[in-house]
């Protein structure tokens, strides 16, 4: 289901209203006997670069970013644009633009890379495997202040499970007449390090999982409706991450780099695709979806999400 443009209204994804015993003095049930709702902002695909005034439009955003006045920002990956392919030089003043328009947001910032984000990875290529990946993300890492590319985020009853959907290719892989340098992968010391992580949790705790790549979406089976998705589109072995959360409440995927608003609802799970901050590419909407950024409410295993755009038009010719 995609959401068309200007369109606010509240979407209800999931019901699932669940009971809880008043008599429990946990610090967490405490949280949701006072039915505690989560709010907070969802961005995605900034791509930030110097030109098309877009340094100024990242301003608009975190302004009314701001005025959301959320508990925490996630951002779904792509925060500069082509990193992989410019030059050193170039990366660089775009993580500069990226920096800016995280200082001006006012609450906690988190991101999960994006594939744009694997600015200067082509320098490591002669390194051993494990040191490559880890030096692909390096930038990102730094950018972001970040020790790793993959973390947990605990906000009482909801933990927020940020994935690095990327595995990061030597040497291209041509589909659908394009040169990729990654895929859609989690790795398996990720996957690991999941399944231990989430025994800390009970089964009441409620789980939203960030990827970049998306796990689930309709749209590229529309827009290429003849061909064979490319492992560039989809989170290949995302069933693996689903498996992991089978014995708990996941509540919802909250996806990118399609730059198209969508979701689906399958098993029981909210799979959210947002629309971009950098719109189509500073291009003005993409299928209905312009330059915008979701705010997300939870409520008792109840998630809300309503697309936002920000006052904005395009300055880049297409
Ligand atoms: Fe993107």
Avoid at 79 to 97: M, N, Q, T, Y
Wanted: hydrophobic share 40%; with cysteine; net charge negative.
């Amino acid at each position: 289901m995609k959401i068309a443009r200007r369109e606010f209204c509240w979407l209800v994804l999931s019901g699932l209203l669940s009971f809880f015993s008043a008599c429990s003095s946990s610090i967490g049930l405490k949280l949701i006997s006072k039915k505690k709702i989560r709010r907070f902002v969802f961005c995605t695909d900034l791509h930030a670069v110097e030109q098309w005034r877009v340094p100024e439009a990242l301003s608009a955003a975190a302004r009314q970013i701001n005025e959301e006045n959320p508990e925490f920002v996630i951002c779904g990956g792509d925060l500069i644009s082509e990193g992989l392919s410019v030059v050193s030089d170039i990366a660089d003043r775009r993580w500069s633009v990226f920096r800016k328009f995280q200082a001006e947001l006012k609450s906690d910032f988190f991101a999960v890379p994006g594939n744009h984000d694997l600015s200067k990875a082509s320098d490591a290529k002669n390194l051993d495997e494990t040191s490559f990946q880890f030096a692909a993300r390096r930038e990102f890492l730094a950018n972001t202040s970040s020790e790793k590319s993959f973390q947990i985020l605990e906000y009482g009853n909801l933990v927020i499970v940020m994935l690095d959907s990327l595995k990061v290719l030597r040497e291209p892989v041509l589909h659908q007449g394009l040169e990729n340098f990654y895929r859609g992968h989690i790795s398996s010391s990720q996957l690991e390090w999941l399944e231990v992580e989430l025994q800390r949790f009970s089964s009441r705790t409620e789980f939203i999982v960030v990827s970049h790549i998306p796990f689930v979406s309709n749209y590229y089976q529309e827009a290429y409706p003849q061909g064979q998705l490319s492992p560039t589109q989809y989170v290949e072995n995302y069933q693996k991450v689903l498996d992991l959360f089978s014995d708990k409440k996941l509540i919802a995927v909250l996806q990118g780099h399609t730059h198209v608003n969508e979701i689906i609802r399958d098993g029981g799970i909210s799979f959210i695709t947002s629309g971009a901050i950098c719109g189509d590419w500073w291009c003005g909407e993409k299928e209905g979806s312009g330059e915008g950024f979701l705010v997300v409410e939870l409520e008792e295993g109840v998630i809300r999400v309503q697309f936002k755009e920000y006052d904005w038009h395009t300055y880049r010719n297409c």
